[in-house]
């Protein structure tokens, strides 16, 4: 990867912390310094057990999902499709530790890795890093509120139709099976219930 693309992958984690929070010199100096960015081709991990779960990630454009495996199944557990960070389950108490969550590009997909540690470490020395955590901890208990709510709909049916209504972006790029993994029916469900609504707008 090009240094101006990463400058500007970096740039662009900096401007939604900006958008949260003024931000102080020294907080940028510390998150260039202490942030890398990357770049995922499609279907490839970015993080999985065999990993140590030390970082956060900025997705600056892409998709990805998390997903875990059970009784060698994949079960798709979100869906990101950019500007906003992701991050594999962790205790806040626990030491550094394996991933139990696979992190995976769905198609080539750029990010920026922020070290856990760095993260402890700006709490530490900049007030504005409360305020940014404060917000985006917000932002992903929602997340996780909608999911929570979505999980318990028992029409397959209507926990699609609740899944568009919560989701604006264009679910065309996500693969079928990763879609009914995340709202746990089977393949063969989604495709009826899609070509169904399709035929109703026609």
């Not at 990867?1 to 958008?19: C, Q």
Request: with cysteine; glycine share 4%.
């Amino acid at each position: 990867m090009l240094e101006s693309r990463k400058i500007f992958l970096v740039d662009a984690m900096l401007d939604y912390f900006r958008n949260l929070s003024p931000i102080s010199n020294g907080f940028v100096k510390e998150v260039k310094n202490n942030s890398h960015a990357m770049l995922v081709r499609k279907n490839k991990y970015i993080l999985s057990p065999l990993d140590h779960n030390v970082s956060v990630y900025f997705v600056v454009n892409g998709l990805v999902r998390g997903f875990i495996k059970e009784d060698h199944k994949d079960i798709t557990t979100w869906i990101s499709l950019g500007n906003e960070f992701i991050g594999a389950i962790q205790a806040p108490s626990e030491s550094i530790s394996p991933s139990i969550e696979y992190l995976q590009a769905l198609e080539d997909t750029e990010l920026v890795a922020i070290p856990n540690a760095a993260i402890q470490m700006l709490y530490d020395l900049y007030a504005e890093t409360n305020i940014i955590g404060r917000k985006i901890l917000a932002l992903q208990y929602h997340a996780a509120c909608e999911r929570s709510i979505l999980a318990r709909i028992p029409s397959a049916e209507r926990r699609y139709e609740k899944f568009l209504e919560l989701n604006s972006f264009d679910t065309s790029n996500v693969p079928l099976r990763c879609l009914a993994s995340f709202l746990g029916m089977r393949l063969e469900t989604l495709s009826r219930i899609r070509s169904k609504l399709i035929k109703e707008l026609d």
